[in-house]
């Protein structure tokens, strides 16, 4: 995949910044910019985005998003698993007004109590930043696969209460992280998963799953706007109209 929306940039200044929840390897900076990008063109232009990642983890990202990509109104978080959502909401936290510079506080308290240079030079990258967007969020449990949990959980998101506009999904995959709940022994959990998502959305909404290895599969039928390959990742945008017909 050539980048087209995303250029080279040293993001040393976000790994500072962000939490991680052991284990759960996050999306690259870059290639989540780059993915919002391609998406972005298959929704309308301008118009302020609400964003659902319902397996946001830590929240890693949706923050990313937020940091670096303009005209975000919304983001909604949601995950099966509720132990990393604290570490969801504190990197969110940093979108907030005065977040960042709170957070460098912190970072330069840590490097005077610790005598470490590290934090303090984490604390000066992150006064650096300055995000791109000041959206609204929310983090909440709940399994995608639930309709009626999804569906309080994204009440109210999207202009009039539309809905999310765009979803952005780092699937589990293999051993790290894996699918809550036993799948449909006939079915790809994934296919479930998207099957699901689709259900909480208008048909117009762009769905950008990412998965590892070779390709994302989607329910029989389900045409994709475009598929692409990086590295051992494979990524799919689709429309929630062709999964919900799919
Ligand atoms: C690869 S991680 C996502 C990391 C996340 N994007 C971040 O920024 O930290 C996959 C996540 O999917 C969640 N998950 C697994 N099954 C799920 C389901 N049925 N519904 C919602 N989330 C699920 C896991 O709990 C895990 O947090």
Redesign the pocket.
């Known amino acids: 995949m050539q980048y087209r929306h995303a250029p080279a940039a040293n993001h040393a200044a976000l790994d500072a910044v962000l939490a991680?929840?052991p284990g759960?390897?996050?999306?690259p900076v870059r290639l989540t910019v780059e993915l919002a990008g391609r998406a972005r063109v298959h929704l309308p232009a301008d118009a302020p985005l609400t964003v659902w990642?319902?397996?946001?983890?830590?929240?890693?990202?949706?923050t990313v998003l937020g940091l670096l990509v303009p005209g975000l109104a919304r983001l909604v978080g949601?995950?099966?698993?509720p132990g990393?959502l604290d570490l969801a909401r504190r990197n969110l936290a940093l979108l907030d007004p005065g977040g960042l510079t709170a957070r460098a506080a912190d970072l330069e308290a840590l490097a005077a109590r610790h005598d470490k240079p590290s934090y303090a030079e984490a604390a000066t990258a992150v006064r650096t930043l300055v995000p791109a967007s000041a959206p609204a969020w929310s983090v909440t449990p709940?399994?995608?696969?639930d309709t009626a949990a999804v569906r309080s959980a994204l009440a109210g998101a999207g202009p009039y209460g539309t809905g999310p506009d765009l979803v952005l999904a780092?699937?589990?995959?293999g051993r790290r992280?894996?699918?809550?709940?036993a799948a449909d022994d006939d079915e790809d959990p994934g296919v479930e998963?998207l099957r699901a998502v689709a259900t909480a959305l208008r048909p117009d909404a762009v769905v950008v799953a990412v998965g590892r290895g070779r390709t994302v599969p989607l329910p029989g039928g389900a045409r994709p706007l475009e598929r692409v390959r990086v590295g051992h990742r494979a990524a799919v945008l689709v429309r929630a109209g062709a999964l919900q017909e799919g």
Not at 24 to 27: I, Q, S, V
Not at 142 to 145: N, P, S
Not at 170 to 173: A, C, F, G
Not at 177 to 181: E, H, Q
């Open positions: 991680s929840a759960r390897p996050t999306l990642d319902p397996c946001c983890g830590a929240g890693a990202t949706l949601t995950d099966a698993d990393p709940a399994d995608a696969r780092d699937l589990p995959h992280t894996t699918w809550a709940a998963f």
